[in-house]
């Protein structure tokens, strides 16, 4: 290898980790980062996970209570919080709940959202308080959107567009700002009390809760260091096996 080359690969190598570095900057780290994103319409919060959620902190596998996994996205616009679950259901008609606050059994004075609750929204999207263990009400002042959807798999998609601060204390409407991290717990339920179906009841086992950012700042983009990098080194490895290649193929004539 020619000296000049040698050197080349190592710059390449060099701006390549620079690179890499820069795309996991160090910083508090929260479960769900719900990095600044573009806004989502209330027509997009249909249940459907499209490219709306594109520029979302995205997680899969997430524990949920009282069992099994989320996958998860979140984002905010700096007006609104954003959240779209996904989990596998053992019954067609469950409700989800996202409680904004500490892991507990609806913990008195929360701030909620459920979703496919008999009893507040069959199908639909309640904001709501909670007021202690098996108590929970709708909000007289509704504020956001949410949909909920449950194909025949009983995979369930949950969305929620919600104002970081809707100034509703009635309702007990979250006061969150960006930059700061909050707890939420997100809950399940088939076996009754406003579900139907299944055998899972929120209450069972140990709750655990999630710790999310509300981030000032959008999902670190691709650098353009990191492209430059790649490009020098493709061309590098180019000329190195077009040069190895024709060293080749004059031995190959020698021979004959
Ligand atoms: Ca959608
Ligand atoms: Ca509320
Ligand atoms: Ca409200």
């Given at each position: 290898m020619k000296k000049q080359t040698f050197l080349l690969l190592t710059l390449t190598l060099t701006l390549l980790v620079a690179a890499v570095a820069r795309v996991n900057p160090v910083q508090a780290q929260a479960d769900l980062n719900a990095y600044s994103g573009t806004p989502i319409e209330d027509s997009q919060i249909d249940g459907a996970i499209g490219t709306e959620w594109s520029d979302a902190g995205s997680y899969t596998g997430v524990a949920?209570?009282?069992?099994?996994?989320?996958?998860?996205?979140?984002?905010?616009?700096?007006?609104?919080?954003?959240?779209?679950?996904?989990l596998t259901a053992d019954s067609n008609n469950p409700w989800v709940a996202v409680m904004f606050a500490d892991?507990?059994?609806?913990?008195?004075?929360?701030?909620?959202?459920?979703?496919?609750?008999?009893?507040?929204?069959?199908?639909?999207?309640?904001?709501?308080?909670?007021?202690?263990?098996?108590?929970?009400?709708?909000?007289?002042?509704?504020?956001?959107?949410?949909?909920?959807t449950v194909d025949s798999q009983n995979r369930v998609t949950v969305e929620l567009k919600k104002p970081l601060n809707s100034g509703d204390s009635r309702g007990r409407d979250i006061a969150w700002s960006t930059g700061n991290t909050y707890s939420v717990t997100i809950m399940w339920d088939t076996n009754g009390a406003g579900s139907s179906g299944g055998s899972v009841n929120h209450y069972n086992g140990a709750l655990t809760a999630k710790t999310l950012l509300v981030n000032a700042e959008a999902i670190p983009e691709f650098p353009p260091t990191l492209i430059l990098a790649a490009l020098v080194a493709t061309l590098i490895s180019a000329v190195i096996l077009k040069k190895r290649g024709l060293t080749r193929s004059h031995q190959v004539f020698q021979y004959r």
């Open positions: 949920i209570n009282p069992q099994g996994t989320a996958d998860i996205h979140v984002k905010n616009d700096g007006e609104n919080l954003y959240i779209a679950i996904q892991a507990g059994h609806m913990t008195a004075g929360a701030d909620g959202a459920v979703f496919g609750n008999d009893d507040l929204s069959a199908n639909g999207y309640k904001d709501a308080f909670f007021g202690g263990a098996g108590i929970v009400g709708a909000d007289t002042t509704q504020n956001g959107t949410g949909a909920i």
